[in-house]
């Protein structure tokens, strides 16, 4: 089948230099009857080189190729209509491949976990190691829950404040942040400021991964504050003053009794982060958009209102606001910074064992433990890292190994994967890690909506494409690791 679309794209993309050729006179062309002037044969040529770049794009099964596609079809049928007598059996290839590009977006496979590699070769990793002796296992992971209750995101970018273009109210009720209501006021400057009520205490470190970093962090009383979310959608009533005095006013009333579809979305939170300390994976379940009918949606500052930001697209045949919410939001950090010991987990049992809240399911390559996967839960959702191969034991890698694999992230199935690479090296007496989420997200949507969205904005997907993780790792004696850790963002260039 994918042949089959390559030649069509292929062949019907040369067919339209001829008209580039006529036009330009640069052969005899019998087959076209009808006079073409240049710049009717530029646009021969703009077809042409759009139908052969869908087919060598879908080829190489890269998701843009139905953009090349679709323009490529409609200057096609264009030129189809212009030149009917020499043209018209155009239509036929033109109806095909329509036909495969909206196939595409109606059919939905769910995407299927990595399949687990069988053990790495035990000489190539370990040499001699674990023969006749206990190695440790230690682990270079972790995974940091931040407790909270539900999140609201509201945007107003294109009737924005001197200050402000968007507010986020967040509810917690934890033993971490403590209770109440904080609001994240992002800036026109890229950076973001923090109020919350008495209630809560948060740390102002872990908003490094918010944008270009925490500007500002203001204990603020919002009496009488409301942010509910229930079967009729959110409710929220929010007023407290901001840093130059003024009085913000957030207010949101659904009423609409038209049927809710929520879904599952991986936030692109830390798409705008700089310098983060830790990968940010705000898993978002039950997530959905405020609808446009019978809801009261304000937004003011100080004297004025602004709009808030409409979507473009219908939502299960409905009209929605660019806010929206989830009554169940998992925030997790993935491997925050480190500089420390690292010790090794204890003995496992049935192949598993604890280490704080995080959970380890560890397998045998010989005589030799090895790490397939780890988790963190909190309340009823689950977040697992799982590797193929499983990832090695660096207490017992001999000097000059080096390993590698696939890695996998993964919580409820609404919400996709990420999927990347990961890769070890021991070298004089060292050892360096490195994790790239190199396949990006993976999200397991069915509404043709977002589908479209998330290739017509590929940064949902992209996003964790530009993370990496290192970690060194340095051993002197029978002592622990000593592990010094960061994530940085990377450009596409070196990701090669």
């Known amino acids: 089948m994918r042949a089959i679309v390559f030649f069509l794209l292929l062949i019907h993309g040369l067919i339209h230099l001829m ?51 679709g323009i490529g079809i409609i200057l096609s049928q264009i030129l189809v209509f212009i030149y009917w007598q020499d043209a018209r059996f155009g239509t036929i290839p033109n109806l095909i491949i329509l036909t495969v590009l909206v196939g595409g977006f109606l059919r939905h496979s769910p995407p299927q976990p990595i399949s687990i590699a069988e053990p790495a070769p035990f000489e190539e990793r370990y040499g001699d190691a674990g023969t006749g002796q206990s190695v440790q296992t230690f682990s270079p992971f972790q995974i940091d829950i931040d407790p909270m209750e539900r999140l609201l995101l509201i945007n107003f970018e294109k009737d924005p404040d001197s200050l402000y273009v968007g507010f986020e109210p967040q509810a917690f009720d934890d033993d971490i942040n403590g209770t109440g209501i904080l609001v994240i006021g992002w800036r026109t400057d890229g950076r973001i400021d923090v109020y919350h009520q008495p209630g809560l205490h948060p740390d102002p470190e872990k908003f490094d991964i918010a944008g270009k970093g925490l500007a500002n962090m203001l204990e603020r009383e919002m009496d009488g504050a409301i942010f509910e979310i229930t079967e009729r959608g959110a409710q929220a009533q929010i007023t407290f003053q901001d840093l130059d005095g003024r009085m913000i006013e957030l207010h949101l009333e659904e009423r609409s009794t038209r049927t809710r579809k929520p879904f599952g979305l991986l936030a692109p939170m830390g798409q705008a982060a700089e310098n983060p300390s830790a990968m940010p994976l705000v898993l978002l379940h039950d997530f959905y958009f405020v609808l446009r009918s019978d809801t009261d949606l304000s937004v003011k500052i100080g004297d004025r209102y602004h709009e808030p930001d409409s979507f473009p697209l219908p939502l299960d045949f409905s009209r929605i606001q660019f806010a929206r919410y989830s009554p169940d939001p998992l925030i997790a950090m993935l491997n925050p910074a480190f500089d420390g010991l690292l010790h090794p987990l204890d003995e496992p049992v049935n192949n598993t064992v604890m280490s704080g809240e995080t959970r380890y399911e560890l397998t045998m390559n010989g005589p030799v433990y090895e790490i397939q996967s780890f988790s963190r839960a909190y309340k009823h959702r689950e977040l697992n ?55 990006g997200w993976i999200p397991n949507e069915s509404k043709l909506t977002l589908r479209f969205l998330y290739r017509m904005v590929p940064m949902f997907k992209e996003w964790p494409t530009t993370y990496r993780w290192t970690a060194n790792l340095q051993r002197t004696g029978d002592d622990p690791f000593m592990m010094k850790s960061s994530w940085e963002r990377i450009h596409a260039d070196e990701k090669e």
């Open 19 to 69: 008209g580039f050729v006529k036009a330009f006179a640069l052969a005899e062309i019998s087959a076209l009857i009808l006079p073409i002037t240049r710049t009717w044969g530029l646009l021969w040529m703009a077809a042409a080189l759009m139908l052969v770049t869908a087919g060598v794009l879908w080829l190489l099964k890269l998701d843009s190729w139905w953009i090349a596609a």
């Open 385 to 439: 890292v799982s590797f193929s191969p499983a990832f090695p034991n660096i207490g017992a890698l001999r000097a000059g190994a080096e390993a590698s694999g696939m890695f996998e992230i993964a919580g409820d199935p609404t919400t996709g994967f990420i999927r990347g690479e990961y890769s070890v090296q021991s070298r004089d007496g060292e050892i360096n890690i490195e994790l790239i989420p190199s396949g």
